[in-house]
């Protein structure tokens, strides 16, 4: 869902957060992902994360990142393997 408080990806924005949508969760490996921006509005610095390491109360990282502190990986390790993964080409995309 788009917040009213940031302006909607352009083009080339989106086609990143298309690529990033097909890929793994950069926590633990599970499909599907959302869409975790690191600083909102900033398309760029987004990681694909699934629901549980994004949402859940107890594993996410909007929560008490339990996930997060058994993988020893912070935001910017996260933004670091996905930048890894997309310059790797590394990432498989789902089948349609």
């Known amino acids: 869902m788009q917040s009213k408080n940031k302006p ?12 990033l949508s097909v890929m793994s969760c950069v926590v633990c490996g599970s499909r599907p ?8 509005g900033q398309w760029y610095t987004s990681i694909p994360i699934c629901a549980s390491c994004h949402r859940c ?9 339990v996930m997060w502190k058994l993988y020893r ?8 393997r996905t930048i890894k993964l997309l310059m790797e080409d590394c990432y498989v ?3 349609n």
């Not at 083009?11 to 990143?16: F, G, I, M, R, V």
């Not at 992902?33 to 909102?40: A, F, M, R, S, Y």
């Not at 109360?57 to 990142?65: D, V």
């Open 93 to 95: 995309p789902l089948k």
């Open 73 to 80: 990986m912070d935001e910017l390790d996260a933004l670091n």
């Open 57 to 65: 109360e107890h594993n996410g990282i909007h929560g008490q990142k």
């Open 33 to 40: 992902v959302e869409i975790h921006e690191l600083k909102q």
């Open 8 to 19: 909607r990806p352009t083009k080339l924005e989106q086609k990143h957060l298309d690529k």
